[in-house]
């Protein structure tokens, strides 16, 4: 399946949850927050929540900013 | 002087200097900028994960006492604005919202109209809101109506270091608007915050004029100071200022001639 991750499209081989495609990719779950189809993921809900074919994901961290 | 407490949003705040993350060439230097300046509020923002490589996590330099200010940079309209603002919240850090709402790329002006929006959908919403605004009084306004805990008037441009160009309606905001006034944007040196201060601004935030400094420790500290210096002066208040010389030494009792 398909989804959009920040923009881009990712190409996942199976079934994925949001924690799995976090942890496959090197990002740590606890720096980050995410929006599912324009919807906020809680942090305790990535493993829970699964990832369907053409889902909109943002993830999102702080950054240096003023 | 102990008695002189700032507060926003119910958290107490000894400093009226605010500090940003934005900027320094080693955020390996933010510990020290923040124990130097005393400050004990600090922005940062928020943006996409690069997938392509990984960088080091600025929250790792922001010392845990500080009180977080996410910012909304990036946000072109109020919705925008918004999201971001709910984003930030939900990474666990707080309630506090810096509200900027900017679709001009050269100047960085802030939309008062999209920025008042924003504010009364957040300020409902349980945020603290501090707007990043022109320094205009109508808008302010807006915002006092709108729910926002302060309003942070722009001396210049964002990043410019061009000190206090707004300051008359500056002025104008610290004499009509019944909120704590932070001038944000634009201050260039510690001496342009301390007239910030002295003309009765709540705050300063400085972030650019701190990073970008050939020793942003040190400039930190001068801030701090400087910030310090202006409030101190503005309770003080200053003695009138007069056209002609007014000697400061008794006018009688000369020596007499030899």
């Not at chain 2, 008062?112 to 957040?122: F, P, Q, R």
């Not at chain 2, 809101?129 to 808008?139: G, T, W």
Request: one cysteine or more; charged letters at 20%.
């Amino acid at each position: 399946m398909i989804v959009i991750l920040n923009g881009g499209e990712v190409e996942l081989a199976g079934a994925a949850t949001l924690l799995s495609l976090l942890e496959g990719r090197g990002i740590s779950p606890e720096v980050v927050v995410a929006e599912l189809n324009g919807h906020i993921v809680p942090g305790s809900d990535f493993g829970t929540t699964a990832l369907n074919d053409g889902d909109h994901l943002e993830v999102l961290r702080f950054v240096g900013g003023g | 002087m102990t008695n002189d407490i700032f507060e926003i949003g119910g958290r107490k705040l000894t400093s009226r200097l605010f500090t940003g993350t934005g900027k320094y060439s080693d955020d390996g230097v933010i510990p020290d900028v923040c124990e130097a300046s005393g400050s004990e509020v600090i922005t940062v923002a928020l943006r996409r994960v690069d997938l392509e490589s990984s960088t080091g996590n600025v929250m790792d330099f922001i010392p845990k006492h500080m009180q977080l200010l996410p910012n909304t940079s990036g946000a072109r309209t109020a919705d925008e604005a918004v999201r971001i603002a709910r984003l930030a919240r939900a990474m666990g850090c707080g309630d506090w919202i810096k509200i900027e709402v900017i679709s001009d790329n050269r100047y960085l002006l802030p939309d008062g109209y999209g920025t008042a929006k924003a504010t009364e959908i957040l300020a409902k919403e349980g945020f603290v809101v501090l707007p990043y605004i022109n320094a205009d009084l109508y808008v302010a306004k807006d915002l006092v109506n709108a729910g926002a805990a302060a309003v942070m008037p722009l001396g210049a441009p964002i990043g410019t270091n061009r000190g206090l160009m707004t300051r008359e309606m500056i002025r104008i905001l610290i004499e009509e608007i019944d909120l704590p006034v932070i001038v944000d944007a634009g201050i260039g040196r510690p001496s342009e915050a301390c007239e910030a201060m002295e003309m009765g601004a709540d705050a300063c935030l400085v972030n650019t004029a701190i990073a970008t400094a050939n020793d942003p420790v040190l400039m930190a500290k001068a801030f701090g100071r400087a910030v310090k210096a202006g409030r101190e002066a503005f309770l003080a208040g200053p003695g009138a200022t007069k056209r002609h010389a007014d000697a400061s030494s008794p006018l009688t009792g000369f020596l007499g001639g030899l």
